[in-house]
């Protein structure tokens, strides 16, 4: 059996419902397109930033949102940054049980993200967020025309305690959520996650200088 519930962080808290967010379908309608149909058997979004390990910290959902921006700039300003995670999740107003996602979305918004000894957030923004819903084709869609998306989701006791040879379903036991980039999805595009590969908090849908959340 492993265990590694305790080497490996959570942090996504669940963000309640908000009738201001705006929804995907409200970036396809500004952009005057529709939201793909025919999706290919696999995709993974290119150009992906290298996977971190947020380790035991409860630091996902800055984490998560730090990978989908590097993806962004590196298609933007063509190159990857070294964005400091730490000083953004503090920014958000993280604590020991972790940060929501929509603060991530709407800090990026307003002020950005900073990078490691230069600060500099204010080139690291984007100009909107959208709300991406929880269905699996909407997703994919989500995915595969504006780019990497943050997913919150669930993470289940059983999934940290597991036999090396089999994965186990999820148990009544929560262990907490986190929060990963997701840049594809099963049968449609493929998984980036920066921490443990154990679950992911999903919120944000990402293209240039825009962002989506689920």
Known sequence: ???DLSRYGLGALPDPPDE?????????????????????ASYAAPGMPPVLDQRAT??????????????????????FFDFDE?????????????AYVRAAMERMRSAGYPVVGVGDPAHHRIAAYYAVPRDLATIKAGIFDPGPIVVSTPSYQSW??????????????????RSSPTAGTPGA????????PTGASAATAG?????CRT
Do not use: N
């Open 86 to 98: 730490p000083a953004f999740f503090a920014a958000i107003g993280g604590t020991a049980q972790g």
């Open 1 to 3: 059996m492993t265990d």
């Open 20 to 40: 201001r967010d705006y929804p995907l379908s409200a970036l396809y309608a500004s952009e005057g397109s529709e939201a793909s149909v025919v999706l290919p």
């Open 189 to 196: 595009c493929a998984c980036a996650t920066r921490g443990a």
């Open 160 to 177: 940290f305690h597991q036999p090396r040879a089999s994965c186990p379903g999820p148990t009544r036991r929560s262990a907490g959520t």
């Open 58 to 79: 409860p630091m996902c959902v800055a984490y998560s949102s730090s990978a989908m921006k590097a993806w962004q700039d590196r298609r933007d300003q063509e190159r």
């Open 207 to 211: 293209c240039p200088k825009r962002s």
